[in-house]
């Protein structure tokens, strides 16, 4: 009777491991980078954009600075055929082909579904065909889900959202092919407590983000807390990014983007990546800023300081240094100060600027700088 045993251990042993693989923290170690049709396109998204869009990333800086998903969000969906399996719409065609090309360019690419009968915006939703679509999606070869709760709410009670993103993930996992999964489900049931056990790569802690600096602070400055559920693997997700939508000034966006790098959030771009001007693709690609959120530990940065509209933001990374983040969330031009004895540093310290890029000096015990409106300073201090 050893022959069965050893095969039965063997395959058991194959489960285990692929499951742990499936939320194995080298799938999404650092926060997903890349760019999500959503926020600029909605529902007019078609397989051209996201081609161009495909094609921006590998030829304009952004490849290089660590974006590498293509993802496409919601209303690709046509119908299902005589198998039950779901097909693209007219503006999508042949999806094995938008995919290669895709991965023609050195990128990755994600797909969109929910677990309800319909989607956010009223396609065809995953509810009954959860491994059918997941190995659609294998077989297209998509690298990525974002699995967005919506219409689920009409055939399923609150509790039930573990089991039910569970159940998704263990489809994905039954392909065989490494798929981040991502968690679109608006933080209901304090998500980041059990989202890692679901096999979630990454999950939203909130409603939707908007292009407007109220909604995006709000969102942002919110995150507080949350941070010791992110890791390696497993992120708290605040949504994409706006920067380049045109409903924020300059100095909103590097708020924006400074904050989102201290929160370790993923940094999926929501804009029109074909047309975007050079003072957007400089902030979406500064590489010291875009290495804070990338950083090694993956620790989330939180508030260290408040007064009134000014706060003070610390995330630790893994050379030692602190990544630091001088928010002014006033109406009007405001010194920040960072208390160096807030984060621990009880010596003086080196300051840098690293939307400039500038070195600052040496600094005894506290750093101050002139915020902008809605502005932000992003340092780091070693
Ligand atoms: C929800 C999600 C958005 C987007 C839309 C698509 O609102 O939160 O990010 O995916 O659905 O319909």
Redesign the pocket.
Known sequence: MKTPNLIFCAAFALVVSSLADAADSTLAATPPMGWNS?NHF??KVTAADVRAAADAIASNGMKDAGYTYVNI???WQGTRDEQGRIQPNAKFGDMKALVDYVHSKGLKIGI?SSPGLK???KYEGSYGHEEQDAQQYANWGFDYL?Y?W?SAEKVYQHSQLPEVYRKMHDALVKTGKPIVFSL?Q?GYELVWRWGTSVGGNLW?TT??INDHYDRMSVIGFDQDGLEPFAGPGHWNDP??LEVGNGGMNHDEYLTHMSLWALLAAPLLAGNDLSTMSPETLDILTNKEVVAVDQDAKGIQGHRISQEGPLEVWAKPLADGGIAVGLFNRGESKNSVTVNFKDMGVKRSARVRDLWSHKDLGSFSANYTAEVPRHGAILLKVQ
């Open positions: 959503w909605a529902c969000d919601d209303c969109y989607t956010c915006a974002k967005d919506c679109c608006y939203r409603e939707d949504d994409m």
